[in-house]
């Protein structure tokens, strides 16, 4: 997780190092290996005040940087195209420069740079895309975004927003952020991006990481009271970023968005460690409350049934609360209280039983080694070779800021086990 993550920002801080002056994509790299001051830019400004009205200026533009300093080392030109590069890219600034201004200090912060234009990008003309080469949670296919912005809050601030698919996915994105540049907004409009992207290729239930808590905050929980107080906020003031989140709730509506956290629900390294260790291949995330879960009255029922399984079933309680049932040695139910940061392992063969509280909602990431296999065999049903094998319901717990283990052991009472040992 952490190293797709990074992948996204590097993408999205690449776009945020366009110079902004006639980009249509990610950052080049100016060279100069003649001028005022040799070396590699990221602007064409920075390189252009190197070598504007310098003899015999040397530069060239590259797309990576090892390119760039390549030309900046080699002192002598094996075939002398460079100086036909740079009087190719001075004609071209030449006529781009014609076009642009910077910011003037009367400006509100907004930079007026054409390379936002190229953000705009029809969904109409993305080609569909196979479902194949999507990852999947589940039924949910899996999609990474990121924001960022240099000089936050400062006028001359730049943003770009990254959304990542999977290696070499075609609809991987890198690009500036349109209108006013701030990191929430790029946050925002990330996640617009891919919503967008996803609803032209017909995905409408969709797992969406990020690492902005403000996004995630506003679109599950404060835009619907901001929505009921004519888009203010509890205190009355303007809700900022307005029309920001106005335009991702339009998306939203019709699909079945999980928002996840980038930096909690995979970064865990207890929960990383114990994923390893029991070669959880795969998971996916439930939503049990009645806005979310279809058929929910039905589905609470059949959670209330005492059955088994066949295979292990382990939950990670990501929000909200419940209780998991289990019997004891002398067929008694033991109660526990699952809550945020709690994880359960239910061995292939114990009787149990799960329930909300008066909150009613939980939200719990499923983990299964291999292909899930969600089959539910009720009470009775001692004939399964499973019901002889024996095992522990481990449940590691938050309590006081660190971890503790307990165990509802099959056939024991409830003990401590310590899982880390």
């Not at 080699?74 to 781009?96: D, F, T």
């Not at 995330?285 to 295979?311: A, G, M, V």
Request: with cysteine.
């Amino acid at each position: 997780m952490t190293r797709l993550l990074g992948v996204v920002h590097r993408v999205a801080l690449a776009v945020v190092r366009c110079s902004g002056r006639g980009c249509a994509g990610l950052s080049m790299f100016y060279a100069v290996r003649r001028g005022r001051k040799a070396g590699v830019f990221l602007t064409w400004n920075e390189c252009r005040a190197q070598v504007d009205r310098f003899p015999a200026a040397r530069f060239k533009k590259f797309a990576t940087e090892e390119e760039a300093w390549a030309f900046v080392r080699n002192s002598a030109s094996p075939n002398g195209s460079e100086g036909q590069e740079s009087e190719h890219v001075q004609k071209l600034q030449a006529k781009a420069n014609k076009r642009l201004r910077e910011p003037l200090d009367g400006d509100d912060g907004e930079n007026t740079e054409p390379c936002a234009k190229h953000v705009k990008q029809s969904t109409d003309s993305i080609p569909s895309v196979s479902k194949d080469v999507f990852s999947y949670m589940g039924e949910f296919v899996v999609v990474y975004t990121d924001g960022c912005c240099s000089s936050n809050g400062r006028r001359r601030a730049r943003a770009g927003i990254g959304v990542y698919w999977g290696p070499g996915h075609p609809l991987n994105v890198g690009i500036r952020l349109p209108g006013r540049q701030t990191n929430q907004r790029a946050e925002i409009h990330a996640a617009c991006k891919a919503i967008e992207q996803a609803k032209a290729q017909n995905i409408n239930k969709l797992v969406l990481y990020t690492d902005s808590m403000f996004t995630i905050n506003g679109i599950t929980n404060w835009v619907q009271g901001w929505k009921k107080n004519g888009w203010r906020t509890s205190t009355g003031k303007e809700v900022t970023n307005k029309e920001d989140f106005v335009e991702l709730d339009r998306l939203t509506q019709g699909m079945d968005i999980q928002w996840l956290d980038a930096d909690k629900y995979e970064n865990d390294p207890e929960l990383e460690k114990i994923r390893k260790e029991r070669n959880y291949s795969w998971m996916d995330i439930i939503t049990i409350c009645k806005d979310k879960l279809p058929n929910y009255e039905e589905k609470i029922k059949i959670f209330y049934e005492e059955h088994l399984h066949l295979d292990d079933e382990v939950r990670y309680i990501l929000e909200g609360s419940g209780y998991f049932d289990v019997r004891d040695k002398e067929d008694k139910w033991i109660r526990i209280f699952m809550e945020k940061g709690d994880l359960i392992t239910l061995p292939a063969g114990i009787y149990h039983r799960f329930t909300l509280d008066e909150k009613n909602y939980v939200k719990a990431m499923r983990l299964f080694v291999g292909e899930p296999v969600w089959t539910a065999y009720n009470r009775p049903a001692d004939h399964f070779e499973a019901r002889g094998q024996g095992g522990t319901a481990l449940i590691l717990l938050v309590a006081g800021g660190h971890r503790v283990s307990r165990a509802a052991a099959f056939g024991e009472a409830l003990r401590v086990e310590s899982p880390w040992s």
